[in-house]
């Protein structure tokens, strides 16, 4: 059961919650609400990766994910409220920045970065994206 619980949803969530069937043990967790992303900003994403490696043609689209990962992504889950201080431990702990670009790259493949972003998070992390590479000269943007 995935429900936003409100001040004024309480009964119904009581409701729902005693039409299950307690013979085996549930696990029930609460946690801030926060909208879920859509699929079309991931299509967006997914498709400006193979965008920008199709210009480059010497590196993948799993390759600009990585960069665009390790570049902008986490920068903008460092102040995320939400995951900052987990991520900063764990790029602590993997000494992260002392490594080369490519032992980073295999590093951040390895991490959840952008599906641990809010949604206003994503949208920066869109926008940035869009300011990144087309200061490098591939034209990417919104499409409409």
């Known amino acids: 059961m995935d429900v936003k619980l409100t001040n004024t949803n309480m009964a119904y969530v009581v409701q729902e919650l005693n039409k299950l069937d307690l013979s085996q043990p549930k696990r029930l967790t609460v946690s801030s ?12 994403i997914h498709l400006w990766f193979g965008q ?3 210009h480059y043609g010497d590196r993948s689209a799993l390759d600009v994910k990585n960069e665009c990962k390790d570049k902008i992504g986490l920068p903008i889950l460092l102040n995320s409220p939400a995951y900052g201080d987990t991520i900063e431990f764990l790029l602590h702990k993997l000494d992260y920045y002392k490594h080369s670009y490519e032992r980073r790259m295999k590093l951040v493949g390895c991490l959840s970065v952008t599906s641990e972003m809010s949604t206003s998070e994503i949208k920066e992390f869109m926008e940035q994206m869009i300011f990144y590479w087309n200061d490098l000269g591939v034209p990417i943007k919104f499409k409409d």
């Not at 609400?33 to 967006?44: F, I, T």
């Open 33 to 44: 609400w926060k909208e879920k992303r859509g699929l079309s900003a991931n299509g967006q």
């Open 52 to 54: 920008i490696a199709k």
